[in-house]
């Protein structure tokens, strides 16, 4: 710090007024909001953006810039009001807070764009800084990640999974700031202002810790310093603070969490944090305070072409090998990718990965929340990261997944092992909910392949594609049905079978297709002809196709999935040919599973190809009889 | 302990010994499994069954029994052992191991009566335990509970939040055992045998702890007594173990994660087990070796009436409210029923149970995993427990609703502020997923009330329903539309408006009924009558009376739900009309919201009076133009 700290820190105290004074006044028009847990955190935004971040109001994604990151995402107003400081845009938008026309949301989202992951959700923001901090390394910046955490939502597990991994990682690049402010939304937070409680978690998971008065300006910038000098370890400052903070009527009061003030309180506070501004001390100049980034001269990185897969028809390959496969191309071609793991890697096979790029290849242990919360980070800053593991185990982060479909992040989950074709390990390890999951979230790519070729093209169409998406793997081998180089576009399907003479559509996808081609054979042999569709992509879903091949087949339609009833393939098929008129009998898992061998399982829980043989059988009997 | 320890040890000893055979050759016979995975915790398990836990072998469900939670589930094996050494079932069930036909599944279920909550996926089990050490507090028992974890589970965050309220509750009760056996599946550990990292870590969160040799007797013998002895605070005995201790070829290797002996190896395997049998100590009455629980003399409790709901009609009340004047109905008329929260019980209004029975009401803070979790736990021993938060935060448990549903676990979940109708706070904070999640799972009761009576008796009806239940909730005030003497029975639903002239069937659940009722309004103006139905039980569904408004309305059917598209309310209606020929036309939030007032997101996002409209009397228009 090169600046007069006399000078600099009245200069501090005064922007800290001033934001104060915004995020009250914001919240007060929006009618609703959280000024104190603002207040509480004033004076350490005022020193991270106009004493120690490096960073261009005009241009926050600048790619060397320092990042912050508001995991306490209720405090947004006064992130508002800092990056209105900083210049990014006039002060008077604050006013529009929470308003329909405005981007300045209750909770931050990248609508913004000085928001790199929307928060909210407790505990996802120092996730994702991970992610942040992980991809500095990977571009070879030196730009540092910030993240403010509330005291309440240490109580995440998150929290202390991605404090495993900051340490792990060696994280020197990453600081984190606890704004102790002892009280939670009902009552005082677990541990209120015992700071060592903090301390000794901190210090147990193994990050430098800093203890200060986070009202302490001169203390705050000792902090900051420590942090930024301290090596081989993420720091993490724990700073005592009171909710409220600089108002008689809110500092360290009991039930002012989440209310906007009432206009004469309004007033009554405004006058109060007034007078404390620093006489002579303009603040006008703020903007100009702010240290700029370094930005690094690089050399352009074009992604080099994808080799087309090279299998034979008819060899038996499990699609999470292609996908192992896929991913190792990838590694080699383009720098952007990365792929984290959580334990599974030599199961789920992104272990090909590790072996091309172990330098972007990150190992979480297991702990799946911060593996997706740190791809989140990374998406945000130009990396295109492949989280994946057991698509079952995906759902413990089902809550980030969410998460990342509000901020548009452009993560690629990968989740092997879907379904009762895994056999013998039984239901907590088979995923039946997963193309629920991310079928619910409407900006979601979803796609599910059936071999080895439409596995590696579709995880190639994963990363290509923009925004959120989700490829479901499966653990048994099955057999290469598509040639080297067939395609298979994002929202299109394959009919695999077809005549003129077809009675019924019957729609598989992923080991169901193979049923599916099973029964079509039984049928043929006793005169019975089906049409027979591969649904590779889920989401977007051709419904124009669908419909195509319903109308063909008279209406009769049946999907067959390894997966529940509710979510699925058979409710996305429904919904787009329900304009048409026509519905769908669902073939899919109807109670929780058990152990057993894969092929008894899908014949015991009415997904295997006698049961199609025998739907269809009712199918055209029906129709007969009708 | 009162047995002679010289004698004790080489009888416990030679149990384990035989709990290494039993667990390698039930894998073997299965071709899959985790053996090495129990001969590292082979020693500790002989210690806890057959010298320190009291519990009957054929009445494992004995109410004061002493409880073993299995969290690291892979090593089903060998609790199946155990189990079959103490005399629950004959030994030669164990080779039925992972066969559709046996109950001895991959990991562990509470279709096994010994079994308390499924496990499997990692974190959890811990979780439950802290329930149910909770819940020997609820009935006045001195039962123990027993949690054995695997150091890989350790990096899970809900493994920390569980430390957390173990802490906080004071569960002296409860006794966890870490197998560090320094092996994950993929590769060592994060912390391999550096003891101390996990020491500081529990006794940063407030353990007790107690480093051991997790082979060496008479040290597990002396640390359950440490724990039993350790008062105020919950014990974790940290046993430093080598992953397949006992045979040579497997002990402390690579690469034996999850792999069952090929027929060779388990000869020479046995073998070597065979020759450390300590001989002329014989393991023939390791049955009797067990101590038996004190079962105390308990009056009945039979659960008192609940008085129906007290509302007048026209009335604004949120369900919320109603949500809370239920539970306090619960607490004081059933003993069995808990609730807890994650310090959102000031907006769910859930304090109005703690007010009525401040025992029986668990605060976690900010941690939903181990509010789930726990529940589970409680739910297993007896108790109603009803978890709640915002409804978008009980997806962060989402892995662990799934594992209930695996297990059946009676729990009763709430989800407050569902829906886009909470407004200004955004996106971040609006549970649109949460239908589909609860009604993924096929033995769910989903349920969602539209106004205060209703709200009042679902929670009540979810109270008595058997196994896991989720009723969602809304934020805002909502008119009573219900006599306080309505009933609602689960799978049932309610036709609010209908005439012989209805050209159109509109669907509301919660919110959107009243959207329906005032499109009601408008189309009668104008001389178009619709029905309106309010489907307040989603799991199960009334298909029946569905399609028989369905039918009455030639088929013309639309829905309109707070919710994403996916696996919601139109989903639901879709399958359970389709039978009959009938699709649905659904209105649902199609696109990731923004912060507004709710009325303008309704309108805004497609589902509000004005677009039930427009789709009726599109959908009339269709129908007269075909």
Redesign the interface.
């Known amino acids: 710090m090169t600046t007069d700290r006399a000078s600099l820190i009245p200069a501090l105290q005064n922007i800290a007024t001033q934001l104060r004074i915004d995020s009250a006044r914001s919240t007060t028009a929006?009618?609703?909001?959280h000024p104190t847990s603002c207040f509480s955190m004033a004076d350490i935004t005022s020193a991270l953006f106009f004493a120690e971040m490096r960073f261009d109001p005009k241009n926050p994604q600048n790619v060397d810039a320092d990042r912050f990151i508001l995991s306490k995402?209720h405090a947004a107003p006064i992130l508002y009001a800092a990056w209105a400081a900083a210049g990014a845009f006039d002060r008077s938008e604050l006013l529009k807070l929470?308003?329909?026309g405005?981007d300045l949301?209750?909770?931050p989202?990248p609508?913004l764009p000085f928001v790199d992951v929307?928060?909210?959700?407790?505990?996802q923001g120092v996730c994702a800084a991970i992610g942040c901090a992980l991809n500095a390394r990977r571009i070879g910046s030196d730009y540092r990640t910030y993240v403010l955490l509330g005291d309440?939502?240490s109580?995440?597990?998150?929290?202390?999974?991605a404090a495993?991994v900051g340490t792990?990682q060696k994280l020197d690049n990453l600081c984190g700031i606890t704004d102790v402010n002892r009280l939670?939304?009902?009552?005082p937070?677990?541990w209120q202002h015992d700071m060592a409680q903090f301390e000794?978690?901190w210090?147990?998971?193994g990050w430098h810790t800093v203890v200060i008065d986070g009202h302490d300006m001169n203390a705050i910038l000792n902090a900051l310093d420590e942090a930024r000098n301290t090596k081989g370890q993420p720091t993490m400052i724990l700073a005592r603070t009171e909710k409220g903070k600089g108002v008689s009527f809110t500092e360290g009061k009991d039930n002012w969490h989440g209310k906007a003030m009432k206009k004469d309180e309004l007033e009554r506070a405004i006058g109060e944090l007034e007078k404390q501004i620093v006489p002579g001390v303009s603040t006008a100049n703020a903007a100009g305070m702010i240290r700029k980034p370094e930005s690094k001269e690089r050399p352009a990185q074009m992604p080099k072409t994808i080799p087309p897969p090279s299998y034979r028809i008819g060899d038996q390959v499990a699609t999470r090998e292609a996908f192992g496969d896929a991913l190792a191309k990838l590694a080699a071609a383009d720098p952007r990718v990365v792929a984290l793991?959580a334990?599974?890697?030599?199961?789920t096979y992104s272990?090909r990965f590790q072996k091309v790029a172990p330098d972007r290849f990150y190992?979480?242990?297991?702990?799946?929340?911060?593996m997706v919360g740190a791809s989140m980070g990374l998406a945000a800053r130009g990396a295109i990261p492949f989280p994946s593991t057991f698509a079952?185990?995906l759902?413990?982060a089902?809550?980030f997944i969410?998460?990342a479909?509000?901020g548009?992040n452009n993560i690629k989950l990968a989740g092997t092992h879907a379904g009762i074709s895994i056999g013998?390990?039984?239901?907590?390890?088979m995923a039946?909910?997963d193309l629920?999951?991310c079928?619910?979230?409407?900006?979601f790519t979803v796609l599910y392949p059936c071999d080895a070729v439409s596995a590696e093209r579709l995880i190639v169409e994963a990363a290509h594609v923009k925004g959120p998406a989700y490829v479901r793997i499966s653990r048994p081998k099955t057999p290469v049905i598509y040639s080297n180089d067939d395609t298979f576009p994002v929202g299109g399907l394959k009919v695999l079978r077809q005549s003129a003479q077809d009675v019924v559509t019957v729609i598989g996808a992923g080991v169901t297709v193979f049923e599916a081609l099973k029964a079509y054979d039984q049928l043929k042999a006793s005169g019975t002809m089906i049409r027979v569709i591969d649904l590779y992509s889920l989401a977007p879903i051709d419904g124009q196709g669908l419909t195509a091949a319903a109308r063909a087949t008279k209406g009769r339609v049946i999907t067959v999935e390894d997966h529940?009833?509710?979510?699925?393939v058979?409710?996305?098929v429904?919904?787009a040919i329900?304009?048409a008129?026509?519905?769908?009998?669902?073939l899919a898992?109807?109670?929780?599973p058990?152990?057993?061998?894969p092929d008894?399982?899908l014949e015991?829980f009415g997904i295997s190809a006698s049961h199609i043989v025998r739907a269809v059988v009712s199918l055209v009997g029906a129709a007969v009889a009708r």
């Not at 929307?118 to 505990?123: D, E, K, P, V, W």
């Not at 013998?424 to 390890?429: F, L, T």
């Not at 008129?581 to 669902?586: D, E, K, L, N």
Request: proline fraction near 2%.
């Open positions: 929006a009618g609703s909001g995402g929470r308003e329909l405005s949301e209750g909770h989202t609508r929307a928060t909210g959700s407790l505990g309440g939502e109580a995440e597990g998150s929290v202390w999974e495993n792990l939670g939304q009902s009552q937070t677990m000794r978690r210090k147990a998971f793991d334990d599974v890697k030599n199961s272990d190992e979480n242990f297991i702990a799946e929340q911060v079952c185990f759902y413990r089902a809550d969410r998460m479909a509000i548009g013998e390990d039984g239901p907590s390890q039946l909910e629920a999951m079928r619910a979230e409407p900006n529940y009833a509710g979510g699925g058979g409710d996305g429904a919904e329900a304009d008129g026509f519905t769908v009998h669902r898992v109807r109670e929780i058990r152990s057993g061998k008894e399982l015991r």
